[in-house]
């Protein structure tokens, strides 16, 4: 593999040794599982989806973590590993506010013991600035997340989908667990009903993971 590949065509010049580097280490955690081609090919596709985040210098970032979410969740619908732990995917529209909050909160209340995910049919440039306040009033920082589509390999090695307000735009897989949240948008809110949203989420984000694990095997409440 070089920095002069096909997948990184699309790349700017200046952040194509960034996303190479990202390449390298996808290409051994993935060895043995998936060929080349296929890593490239999510390399190159997860850029194209990330690449309107608003601050430019987070996008390789962004392009390995999605890509790594992408072919863990690949691998699991081929059965290619074990899935050790549920999956939850947590959709809205712009995966900027109710999303990012719901996937924070069971990211915390789990420690470890769910797989998240999160998306948007139409997403935003960046989080929602005043979610990211007041999850961070509650101790969880979400401010390194990035608005993302969902993906098809995600949607299909889910356990539950959590949809919150993208209605038809909602993809739908026969054979899966949805819920649909009746949640209020957060976009253009002030803070005061943001907390609110928040509390709202975590009640209900609780509540599901109470429900998919024992409370006694959670760590945190």
């Known amino acids: 593999m070089t920095e002069t590949s096909s997948y990184l065509d699309d790349v700017p010049l ?4 960034l996303v ?3 390449a390298a280490r996808l290409h051994r955690e993935f060895e043995g599982i998936f060929a080349t081609e296929t890593i490239e090919r999510f390399i190159a596709d997860s850029w194209s989806r990330v690449a309107h985040a608003k601050v430019q210098s987070f996008v390789p970032l962004f392009v390995e973590r999605f890509a790594r979410e992408r072919l863990r969740a690949l691998a699991k619908v081929e059965g290619r590993v074990m899935a050790e732990v549920p999956s939850v995917v ?7 506010g ?7 909160w069971l ?4 420690d470890g013991r769910f797989e998240v995910f999160s998306g948007g049919s139409d997403p935003a440039s960046e989080v929602n600035p005043a979610a990211v306040e007041a999850m961070a009033e509650v101790g969880i920082d979400i401010s390194k997340d990035f608005p993302k589509p969902w993906t098809d390999e995600i949607i299909r ?4 989908i959590v949809t919150m307000g993208c209605g038809d735009a909602c993809p739908i897989f026969s054979g899966k667990r949805y819920e649909d949240w009746k949640v209020d948008d957060p976009a253009g809110q002030p803070i005061d009903v943001v907390r609110a949203i928040r509390s709202d989420i975590k009640e209900r984000v609780d509540a599901l993971a109470a429900e998919l694990m024992p409370r006694e095997r959670m760590s945190k409440s």
């Open 90 to 96: 947590f959709l809205c529209v712009h995966n900027a």
């Open 157 to 160: 090695a889910a356990d539950v």
């Open 98 to 104: 109710r999303s990012q909050i719901a996937a924070g």
């Open 14 to 17: 200046e952040m194509r040794h």
């Open 20 to 22: 190479g580097h990202a």
């Open 107 to 110: 990211q915390h209340l789990a």
